[in-house]
DNA sequence: TTGTACGCGTTATCAG
DNA sequence: CTGATAACGCGTACAA
């Protein structure tokens, strides 16, 4: 099949040993200039491609690293993977992305893929499906140097880039408080991930802080824009007192949230102020804009990369150091009326 | 470095050849059950991964087929190869995702460095920079099956799979024309880019039609949110009479457009009615909501990835079939007054 | 400055 | 059923 020019196409065409051809190839020192515009004259003339697998399997070395995500349909992880191929390129290594699908099997397939094609490292969201601790021990125990980022699972020794989802989600309802909002729910995200966790403890925290209560307050949605409809749906549905605020998971949440309010004549923020998570692209497309807090994602892929590439030159072992950026909270009208 | 644990490994551990242990590995016919179990129990205990790379050279295939798309921050193309994936498993192939970022010099390295990993074919979508067309053609006429999606060179034999944008868009403005309005401008994609010039098509086949002159009618925009919103705020700042209605290149302008409007003061619909292209997630989030045309981008994606199988298993030499798809023209408030 | 010989990890062919 | 041996394409000591 495949019948790609090799060195030794060129060798023979040139009357001259493959090795010779491979260091003209590889500009080394001992070629005499004639031969080595010979050789590349005639690579060109047979539009030959060195064979890289041949070549990593002689290098013993592929200058690839792999990423493991669970989607790319949101712009969040996309954005991410810009970051760390800034970072990478430069530091002249090639990705190879992969995306889970939010399912355990298919990440654990990955990375045995990646693994199978001698990636130097692995740069991982995990799916909120959870369940792939003990490969993700094992891999970092294999000496695979592994980072997480954004999902980053709590049980796993490994260097993490993340924001301080906490303290973010604390700030944002705070300035619900502080906007005079006095009976506020938290729409939740998926249960196996430990930035649902995290997000949900500042909103009991910004409660507790000011003396509410938070007992009961918390409301399971999920992560689409349908999980906030549907949430929201059920819960005018139940007929009983609503809440003037609502923190969500994130911004689809939000929005689909905010979508079934109006649905129901509720006017936002009026009625009941609305605040997401993460920023994306639709943030400031709907009516009214919505108040999320962003998150630095190009700069987060950079220090990912960044970690992998600690390990990789060597300079470290796998370190568990845990990066936390700062993120933004964005108040917009979502959460405080124009006139304000 | 990266001190694998390899076939060698595990059959000196075991006292027995590594040809043994690769068929075992393999499950041929011809080794005895329990020396296969012994090698089976042998390689877990070792934690033992093949090495692709090695696999791949001896086979002389990889069951690896590229991907080059310009983006992936638009949910656009994630779902197209969505779509790819779930054809090209089933036949068991794996893909590698590669982005140009609209770069002409990029694109091309992805080109090369997708050829270099020994893949068996490659689905493009071309950046809106262009120029590389003999290129393509040259990676065709090496034998390496191509198959192009959404945006495709004219000038390049080769399958493609693509909706009937001259028509879809046609059928966008007559909805326009069919609504009573009467003066409809289009703001245009990038100049390079063939679907640009298909869009641009079915606007004036559109108007002329019906007898409309669309001499004058056509505003250079771009791809971005920001590209709309920069036209239609140079178009009020000239101050001339305003058109009662908008065709955008794609939603993200038509997006910027409505925004523009606006802030001017200007209402969407009534006073003029906006229509995007090529459906995305903010479609039905922003107020009003778009109406836009549609893409099947999951069926694309099977699609070009059949159209890359049929090559694969040699049934058929590159075919420069073009397969063009259904698409839907979603009628929505931003169009038409929700009493009409 | 160039060629020879060998090895990277794997599979395939052919004896045994 | 199993073990040598060669080969995939390339890089690199070592010799010449």
Same mark, same amino acid.
């Given at each position: 099949? /495949?019948?790609?020019?090799?060195?030794?196409?060129?060798?023979?065409?040139?009357?001259?040993?493959?090795?010779?051809?491979?260091?003209?190839?590889?500009?080394?020192?001992?070629?005499?200039?004639?031969?080595?515009?010979?050789?590349?004259?005639?690579?060109?003339?047979?539009?030959?491609?060195?064979?890289?697998?041949?070549?990593?399997?002689?290098?013993?070395?592929?200058?690839?690293?792999?990423?493991?995500?669970?989607?790319?349909?949101?712009?969040?992880?996309?954005?991410?993977?810009?970051?760390?191929?800034?970072?990478?390129?430069?530091?002249?290594?090639?990705?190879?992305?992969?995306?889970?699908?939010?399912?355990?099997?298919?990440?654990?397939?990955?990375?045995?893929?990646?693994?199978?094609?001698?990636? $130097?490292?692995?740069?991982?969201?995990?799916?909120?499906?959870?369940?792939?601790?003990?490969?993700?021990?094992?891999?970092?125990?294999?000496?695979?140097?592994?980072?997480?980022?954004?999902?980053?699972?709590?049980?796993?020794?490994?260097?993490?880039?993340?924001?301080?989802?906490?303290?973010?989600? $604390?700030?944002?309802? $705070?300035?619900?408080?502080?906007? /005079?909002?006095?009976?506020?729910?938290?729409?939740?995200?998926?249960?196996?991930?430990?930035?649902?966790?995290?997000?949900?403890?500042?909103?009991?925290?910004?409660?507790?802080?000011?003396?509410?209560?938070?007992?009961?307050?918390?409301?399971?949605?999920?992560?689409?824009?349908?999980?906030?409809?549907?949430?929201?749906?059920?819960?005018?549905?139940?007929?009983?007192?609503?809440?003037?605020?609502?923190?969500?998971?994130?911004?689809?949440?939000?929005?689909?949230?905010?979508?079934?309010?109006?649905?129901?004549?509720?006017?936002?923020?009026?009625?009941?102020?609305?605040?997401?998570?993460?920023?994306?692209?639709?943030?400031?497309?709907?009516?009214?804009?919505?108040?999320?807090?962003?998150?630095?994602?190009?700069?987060? /892929?950079?220090?990912?990369?960044?970690?992998?590439?600690?390990?990789?030159?060597?300079?470290?072992?796998?370190?568990?150091?845990?990066?936390?950026? $700062?993120?933004?909270?964005?108040?917009?009208?979502?959460?405080?009326?124009?006139?304000?």
């Amino acid at each position: 099949m /495949g019948n790609h020019i090799t060195i030794k196409d060129i060798a023979k065409a040139l009357g001259i040993s493959t090795s010779t051809v491979s260091r003209a190839l590889s500009d080394a020192w001992d070629v005499k200039k004639e031969t080595r515009e010979q050789v590349l004259a005639m690579a060109r003339k047979l539009n030959y491609h060195p064979n890289l697998n041949a070549k990593n399997l002689q290098n013993k070395r592929t200058g690839t690293v792999g990423i493991i995500i669970p989607e790319f349909v949101s712009s969040f992880f996309p954005k991410v993977i810009m970051g760390i191929q800034e970072e990478l390129y430069a530091a002249d290594y090639h990705i190879f992305i992969t995306q889970s699908d939010e399912s355990r099997a298919k990440e654990l397939a990955n990375m045995n893929l990646l693994r199978e094609h001698m990636v $130097e490292g692995i740069i991982i969201s995990t799916t909120n499906e959870g369940g792939n601790e003990e490969a993700y021990r094992e891999l970092i125990a294999s000496g695979l140097p592994v980072v997480f980022f954004n999902r980053c699972p709590k049980t796993v020794a490994a260097p993490k880039v993340l924001i301080d989802d906490c303290r973010m989600a $604390e700030m944002a309802v $705070e300035h619900l408080i502080n906007t /005079g909002r006095t009976d506020i729910r938290h729409l939740l995200g998926p249960v196996n991930l430990e930035v649902s966790a995290m997000r949900a403890q500042g909103f009991v925290n910004a409660l507790g802080k000011h003396g509410m209560e938070s007992e009961g307050k918390m409301i399971p949605a999920g992560i689409f824009v349908q999980d906030g409809e549907v949430a929201v749906a059920r819960m005018l549905a139940e007929g009983s007192k609503l809440p003037d605020a609502l923190f969500c998971f994130n911004d689809p949440v939000a929005i689909g949230a905010m979508r079934a309010l109006k649905a129901a004549g509720l006017r936002v923020p009026e009625d009941i102020a609305i605040v997401g998570f993460s920023e994306g692209s639709m943030a400031t497309v709907v009516e009214p804009p919505l108040t999320t807090v962003l998150q630095p994602m190009q700069e987060m /892929g950079r220090q990912a990369a960044r970690l992998l590439l600690e390990q990789l030159t060597g300079n470290r072992r796998q370190s568990d150091r845990t990066v936390c950026l $700062e993120a933004t909270l964005n108040i917009r009208a979502s959460s405080v009326s124009e006139k304000e």
